[in-house]
């Protein structure tokens, strides 16, 4: 984004108490001026007091609009004839230069919510997101004078880091390392915060928070992807199986040879293990058999 032209300065303001109390004593005065010219004969003193009362009346008037009220969270831009002359954020009464316009700013906390979005991810999967960010303005003067609309300006920012940021990632990563959208949203919600950061910096605007709020495989392969989840559970639940088999095999053998109650040799260990390898790694439970002759017959 190019460097910002204008920043945010206070500008010359004082309270607006004494600025309306002076008021309404120059619009009295000015009234009083015109009543006491009826009580004067000459008639050039007449219309001289009653020029002083409309000037005074209209001078208090003018200087009168220059009083406006600041609420908390709000700010006031202060433009001279197109000159940015400097931001109120003093909440209350203020008086300003009354020639002078003031746009009012909402320096408040806002939530900005993206429609459902639906992008390929890096794997060239379709897949549809939707995010929500936090965000306030930062630099008022950046935010009326750098950018047409920050509204809008945020809006498709957001929109178009969004969309980055799902091309490039997988939804699920192939790879243990890698970064996937499912299973590093922290990691990849951190990455999303400082690419809106970047985006938005020119108007202003100030990210608070940033978080997915939709995160799903498109319709159309929706289906088929479950199943190469559902497949993946089950690979990874039948390793964990075979993990903890093993293991309480080595323990089987090693308890029996350290309590020596009986000798097995290597054919009736691999019998031994193939029987509780069944045992602990089958589905139903096993159906004993009894032999009534030896191993070897």
Not at 42 to 64: D, E, H, Q, R, S
């Amino acid at each position: 984004m190019p460097a910002p032209r204008v920043r945010e300065f206070a500008a010359h303001s004082i309270g607006g108490g004494l600025a309306l109390l002076l008021g309404l004593v120059g619009l009295l005065l000015g009234a009083a001026l015109i009543v006491g010219a009826t009580t004067v004969a000459a008639a050039g003193g007449k219309a001289a007091l009653i020029v002083a009362g409309i000037l005074v009346g209209l001078a208090a008037f003018i200087a009168m609009c220059g009083l406006n009220t600041v609420a908390p969270g709000e700010a006031r831009v202060v433009q001279l004839f197109g000159r940015y002359r400097g931001t109120i954020r003093q909440d209350g009464l203020r008086w300003v230069n009354p020639f002078t316009s003031r746009t009012k700013i909402s320096t408040r906390v806002r939530n900005h919510e993206t429609a459902v979005l639906k992008v390929n991810d890096a794997y060239g999967n379709p897949i549809e997101l939707a995010a929500v960010v936090v965000w306030r303005v930062e630099d008022t003067a950046r935010a009326s004078f750098e950018v047409d609309d920050f509204l809008e300006f945020v809006a498709t920012q957001t929109e178009a880091a969004v969309r980055h940021i799902a091309i490039e990632y997988p939804y699920d990563a192939h790879e243990e390392e890698g970064l996937s959208l499912r299973g590093n949203a922290e990691e990849i919600t951190e990455k999303l915060a400082v690419e809106l950061r970047a985006r938005v910096d020119a108007a202003g605007v100030s990210i608070i928070e940033s978080r997915f709020t939709h995160l799903a495989y498109a319709p159309e392969i929706a289906s088929a992807m479950l199943q190469r989840q559902q497949a993946g559970a089950v690979v990874a639940a039948r390793r964990q199986i075979v993990d903890g088999a093993v293991g309480m095999v080595e323990a089987a053998l090693a308890r029996i040879a350290e309590r020596d109650i009986v000798e097995l040799d290597s054919e009736r260990k691999a019998a031994m293990v193939s029987n509780l390898m069944v045992v602990l790694c089958g589905d139903r439970a096993p159906q004993p058999v009894l032999n009534a002759g030896s191993l070897y017959q």
